[in-house]
């Protein structure tokens, strides 16, 4: 079984900063594409970042030049740095990734997120 466990959630103050961390961990073969994701209240989930397995990264014009997604291959961890937060960003964060498993099946798996706010 694959598990995907997220870290570095919190409260911060407009203008601050948040670095996120998602692990995979169990059966893998390797890992492709990795992303974070968001959900406010009320709202859809929306992709914030995602990054292939050749370094290849995209963002929503939201966080551009604000975020910045890394991987860490030996490790199975995908990063978000979230530099000079705003309310709006304020959302449940959700890590992504797309797994090969040892029949080299591709899988999708969801961290189990966590709580980003941004207040004063």
């Known amino acids: 079984q694959v598990q995907l466990v997220e870290s570095g959630g919190g409260l911060v103050q407009p203008g601050g900063s948040l670095r996120l961390s998602c692990t995979a961990s169990?059966?893998?073969?390797?890992?492709?594409?990795m992303g974070w994701y968001r959900q406010a209240p009320g709202k859809e989930r929306e992709s914030v970042a995602d990054?292939?397995?050749?370094?290849?990264?995209n963002y929503r014009d939201s966080v551009k030049g604000r975020f910045a997604i890394s991987r860490d291959n030996a490790k199975n961890t995908v990063y978000l740095q979230m530099n000079s937060l705003k309310p709006e960003d304020t959302a449940v964060y959700y890590c992504?990734?797309?797994?090969?498993?040892?029949?080299?099946?591709?899988?999708?798996?969801w961290g189990q997120g966590t709580q980003v706010t941004v207040s004063s």
């Open positions: 992504n990734m797309w797994i090969f498993n040892q029949y080299h099946q591709t899988n999708n798996y």
């Open positions: 169990g059966s893998m073969f390797s890992i492709t594409e």
């Open positions: 990054i292939t397995n050749g370094g290849i990264t």
